[in-house]
């Protein structure tokens, strides 16, 4: 990536590495399908089989439960719409790849709520279990895109199973950011993505833990074991194991990036009392901050940050030309004005210190233009 660009967006596309751009093109320059029988093919099937042992390295399991798919969308759709079980519970801060199937499959759905501080209501989950003895499919993602906030993943994974149920985890956002071995080690079906974890767009995976049901979701040609039908996506996968084997090392990266993101909240928060950091006091992954800066709303700060030169995200997502709230923070209890006026720093291996010093100068230029009595007054933003 060009240095000129101060990326800050990493929870949307993480900067690909060298190592995966060089893996995904010289697979891509390989002529032969995996399952071709010739050397040709064979050559392209250990492509293939490098990349799923580097996957399954990254997440500890072993190299027959990955499997490949176009992204984490399709996993995330696998694991909810593939599942047997007709109960299904998902927290309330999913990904929308997790929360629309969930509403589409036609089960009886629970949504679990979380508290002001993006952390999951366990009684609730306790409650929604116990309101049928048939097992249910849970999902509930390891650390949010939105704020970094990470789940009591064992805690929740014991109350599942204990109850006979089955825990699927959207770990995307947690690898490369934290060991993801101590989720694996207690989850059934794990989700990632490559362009997370600075890999190429386009391939993720489904780790499915061996005697876990679930339907594939595609059919055809028999690959992946019968899981995932369709000609593997071989320079994208190649370049996800490339991908996958730099994130082992990229966890070395997280103390200097949350010695980068507490002195960016520590500075900004000092400016005022209505000033906040969704979920601060939450374990939180290192490389993410979710600031809520009353009265100027999140897409103003996105173009005012992008004419700088600063790329960051709003936290409203926004489709169709539709700017939606974020259920994220919403769920956490913030109002209407502060879910509008959030954005999103999302930090990484490239990011430097003079990002965050430029970062910071641009905030509080378009904080000195905020309407500083908003937070007051709400329904002046909501609208
Ligand atoms: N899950 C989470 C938590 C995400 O942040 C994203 C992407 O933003 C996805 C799933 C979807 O991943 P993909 O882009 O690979 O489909």
């Known amino acids: 990536m060009a240095r000129d660009l101060i990326y800050l967006d990493y929870n949307a596309n993480a900067v690909p590495r060298p190592e995966a751009l060089a893996a995904a093109s010289a697979a891509m320059a390989h002529v032969g399908n995996p399952s071709s029988v010739h050397t040709a093919g064979r050559k392209a099937a250990a492509i293939l089989a490098g990349a799923r042992d580097q996957v399954a390295a990254l997440a500890d399991v072993p190299a027959r439960s990955v499997v490949f798919t176009s992204g984490a969308t399709e ?50 989950l306790e409650t929604a279990l116990n309101s049928a003895p048939e097992p249910a499919l849970v999902s509930v993602m390891a650390a949010n895109n939105e704020t970094g906030v990470i789940q009591p993943t064992a805690d929740i994974a014991r109350m599942v199973h204990d109850h006979g149920s089955v825990f699927h985890c959207d770990a995307v956002q947690a690898a490369g950011k934290i060991d993801l071995a101590p989720i694996t080690a ?156 959030a954005i999103r720093v999302s930090m990484g291996w490239q990011t430097k210190p003079q990002d965050i010093e430029a970062f910071i100068a641009v905030w509080k230029d378009i904080y000195s233009r905020a309407d500083k009595g908003a937070a007051a007054k709400p329904e002046m933003v909501s609208g």
Do not use: W
């Open 75 to 124: 996993a995330n759709n696998m694991a909810i719409m593939g599942a047997p079980q007709q109960r299904l519970i998902i927290s309330a801060i999913e990904h929308d790849s997790v929360r629309e199937p969930a509403h589409r499959a036609g089960k009886d759905l629970v949504v679990i709520g979380v508290d002001g501080h993006g952390v999951l209501d366990m009684n609730a």
């Open 186 to 341: 207690v989850a059934d079906l794990i989700s990632l993505s490559a362009h997370k974890c600075s890999g190429p767009m386009g391939a993720g995976a489904l780790i499915v833990r061996a005697g876990t049901g679930r339907t594939p979701l595609i059919n055809g040609g028999g690959q992946e074991l019968g899981a995932r039908a369709g000609t593997e996506n071989l320079s994208g996968i190649a370049g996800f194991g490339a991908a996958a084997e730099m994130a082992l090392y990229e966890l070395r990266d997280m103390t200097r990036l949350v010695e980068l993101r507490d002195a960016l909240e520590a500075e900004l928060l000092a400016l005022s009392a209505d000033i906040a950091v969704a979920g601060r006091d939450a374990p939180r992954t290192a490389n993410t901050s979710c600031i809520v800066m009353p009265g100027m709303p999140a897409e103003t700060q996105v173009m005012a940050f992008d004419l700088a030169g600063i790329a960051v995200s709003a936290g409203a997502a926004c489709s169709s030309g539709k700017i939606h709230q974020s259920h994220v923070l919403k769920a956490m209890g913030f109002d209407d004005a502060q879910t509008r006026s």
